[in-house]
């Protein structure tokens, strides 16, 4: 079974462009969450997704950042305008259910703005 | 709110010998507790859950932790500590109103485990 699956793993931007981030699940999840983990510290929270809706976003800053778990296809996590700040390793998690159930990491992709 | 507390941002131990990280939790609901593992440039993987069942849980890779409700406590073991351990922990806590979101995990800020040859 492959498991969590993100895209790129590395990302290099420029202020002010955007970033475009890809989450394939597990095979049979529905449910996706982004975190956000900067240098020296633990995983934050940003967004929980399942398909083609968005259950709770109050991790994620107001500006600038969107997501989205279309009906078919991967859920992608966009960030305009990028600045310094959003440098940072953004993870994806997918359990087949709410919070009782495991959730299962991908790789990460860290993104680098200069 | 939850909250997590890894006492430890570094602990280092000798190849062979034990291995204790420390964790604390708060929660005004009955938790789901974790210890993730994070390899360098790696994603994370699940070393064992609590889920009100037993309250010593065994995970992968020889390690264990003992949910202590009155100690609000979490801590992660293992009897033997081997040079692939190297790596970042996290105790984290899931629950109805976690504080990352109604279903969202909250992570410690990590433990790095150094294992001396």
């Known amino acids: 079974n492959a498991g969590v699956m993100q895209n790129p793993r590395h990302l290099v931007r420029r202020r002010g462009q955007e970033a475009r981030l890809r989450c394939s699940p597990v095979?049979?999840?529905?449910?996706v969450y982004w975190y956000r983990q900067l240098p020296e510290e633990g995983l934050k929270f940003m967004v929980y997704l399942q398909k083609e809706n968005i259950i709770d976003e109050s991790g994620m800053p107001k500006e600038r950042f969107s997501a989205e778990f279309p009906k078919e296809g991967p859920s992608i996590l966009r960030i305009q305008q990028v600045v310094r700040g959003d440098s940072a390793a953004y993870f994806c998690?997918?359990?087949?259910?709410?919070?009782?159930?495991?959730?299962?990491f991908g790789p990460g992709t860290r993104l680098l703005v200069l | 709110a939850q909250s997590v507390t890894q006492l430890d941002s570094h602990v280092s131990v000798s190849e062979g010998t034990p291995v204790l990280l420390r964790c604390n939790y708060s929660s005004s609901y009955s938790p789901s507790l974790f210890w993730y593992v994070q390899h360098p440039n790696k994603g994370l993987q699940l070393l064992l859950k609590?889920?009100?069942?037993?309250?010593l849980v065994k995970g992968i890779n020889g390690f264990e932790a003992e949910f202590k409700k009155s100690e609000t406590s979490f801590h992660l073991t293992k009897p033997s500590a081997h040079m692939s351990d190297a790596a970042e922990y996290f105790c984290?806590?899931?629950?109805?109103?976690?504080?990352?979101?109604?279903?969202?995990?909250?992570f410690g800020k990590g433990t790095h485990l150094i294992i001396q040859p």
């Open positions: 984290v806590v899931s629950g109805v109103y976690s504080g990352g979101g109604a279903d969202g995990l909250t």
């Open positions: 998690a997918s359990s087949s259910g709410g919070v009782v159930e495991t959730q299962y």
């Open positions: 609590y889920t009100s069942a037993a309250t």
């Open positions: 095979k049979g999840h529905s449910h």
